[in-house]
C-alpha cells in the first residue's frame, strides 16, 4: 500500500508506541505482584501517588520513545518524500494501536462530557444549596439515595442526596467528615487523575485486580485518612457514615467520572477495618520500589541513547514488513 510522507510518519509513530506500550503493560503485569507488595511498606498516599505513576508511565514512555527518538531519526535520514509502499501488517498494526488508544481517549471524553452536562443540569435546575463546605459548592440531589460524591474538575462541586440531609439521615457532624473526604479528592485532583486514567489503553493488571482498580482504593484509602486524622473517636464515625452510606448507595454511574464516598463496592469492608484498626503508619516511602524504578528508567534511557544507530533501519523493516 503506498502511503505519502505525513502517513508514513503516524504510522512509525503508531506501531512503535503501541508496541513499547505492550511491552511496558506486560512487564508491569509479570511484576505486578512484586510491585504490590514493595508497596505495602507505603502509606495510602504515597501508594496512591506510587499507583497512578506505574499507569502513566507506561504510555508517557511509550509516546516520548516513539516521538522523541524514531521520529526525529526518520525525518532526518529519510530522503524521500513522495509516496512509498508500505506492508499491509504495518498498516493494520497501526490502525490497531490507533483504534486502541483512541477508544480510550474517547470515552474518557465522553465521561468528562456527561459529567460537566449533569453538574450544569442540577445547577440550572436550582438544586445548589445556600451553604458551601471549605470553598465547595454543595448541591442536593433529591431521591438519589444516600449519595455523596464529588464531580466537576475545574470548578469541582460535591453532591449530597436529599436524604442524607433529612431526620435519620447523617447528623451534623457525620456530614462534615463526609464532606472532609470529598474535599480531600478535590484538594489531590483525583477527579483529574481519573479522567486522564480513563484515557490511557489497558491490557493487563497486576495479580489481584487492575492497576486501575488498585489506584481507586488507595485514593479511596487517603481520603479516609486525611478526612478522619489519626482521631479514633472520628475514625469511628466515619467507619459508620460509610456503613450508613453503603446500604442503600446507588449503582457506580459508569458514564460519569466522580469519587464517591462509597458505591458499595468490594472495598467497603477493608475501608472501615482500616478505620477501626488501624495499622502504624509508615515511615516513609518504600525503600525497594525507589532504587528499582530509578533503575529500569536509566535502563530504559541507555538503552534508548543505544539503539539511535540503528533507528532508522529499524524504522525502515517497521514500515516494509513481510
Not at 503485569?29 to 501508594?47: D, S
Not at 526525529?72 to 512509498?84: A, F, I, R, V
Not at 466515619?238 to 463496592?265: C, D, Q, V
Not at 532504587?291 to 514500515?319: D, K, M, N, Q
Request: net charge positive; proline share 6%.
Amino acid at each position: 500500500m503506498n502511503l505519502p510522507y505525513a502517513l508514513r510518519l503516524v504510522c512509525l509513530l503508531a506501531v512503535v508506541a503501541g508496541g513499547m506500550q505492550l511491552v511496558l503493560q506486560l512487564t508491569l503485569a509479570l511484576n505486578g505482584g512484586t510491585i504490590l507488595r514493595m508497596l505495602q511498606t507505603a502509606n495510602a498516599r504515597q501508594r496512591e501517588r506510587r499507583l497512578y505513576f506505574l499507569q502513566v508511565g507506561p504510555a508517557l514512555a511509550a509516546l516520548l520513545f516513539a516521538g522523541a527518538i524514531f521520529l526525529p531519526q526518520y525525518l532526518l535520514h529519510e530522503p524521500n518524500g513522495d509516496s512509498e509502499r508500505v506492508s499491509w501488517i504495518s498498516v493494520c498494526a497501526a490502525c490497531g494501536v490507533v483504534l486502541w488508544f483512541g477508544s480510550a481517549v474517547i470515552d474518557a471524553g465522553h465521561m468528562a462530557v456527561c459529567t460537566l452536562r449533569f453538574i450544569r443540569a442540577s445547577r440550572l435546575a436550582g438544586l445548589t444549596t445556600e451553604t458551601q463546605h471549605a470553598g465547595l459548592p454543595v448541591i442536593t440531589l433529591p431521591n438519589a439515595g444516600h449519595f455523596v460524591a464529588l464531580a466537576g474538575f475545574l470548578k469541582p462541586v460535591i453532591f449530597v442526596s436529599d436524604d442524607l440531609l433529612q431526620p435519620g439521615g447523617l447528623d451534623k457532624d457525620a456530614l462534615r467528615l463526609a464532606l472532609d473526604h470529598e474535599r480531600s479528592h478535590a484538594r489531590r485532583l483525583d477527579n483529574w487523575k481519573l479522567l486522564s486514567l480513563r484515557c490511557l489503553p489497558r491490557f493487563f493488571g497486576p495479580t489481584g485486580g487492575g492497576w486501575f482498580r488498585q489506584w481507586q482504593m488507595a485514593a479511596e484509602f487517603a481520603a479516609d485518612d486525611e478526612a478522619a486524622g489519626p482521631n479514633p473517636a472520628r475514625r469511628l464515625l466515619l467507619a459508620e457514615t460509610l456503613l450508613k452510606a453503603a446500604r442503600f448507595a446507588p449503582p457506580a454511574r459508569t458514564t460519569m467520572i466522580y469519587t464517591a464516598l462509597t458505591s458499595g463496592g468490594e472495598e467497603l469492608s477493608e475501608r472501615i477495618d482500616r478505620l477501626l484498626r488501624p495499622k502504624a503508619r509508615a515511615s516513609g516511602s518504600p525503600r525497594q520500589l525507589v532504587p528499582a524504578i530509578t533503575v529500569i528508567g536509566l535502563s530504559f534511557v541507555a538503552a534508548s541513547a543505544a539503539i539511535v544507530p540503528w533507528v532508522y533501519g529499524i524504522s525502515e523493516w517497521i514500515l516494509h514488513l513481510n
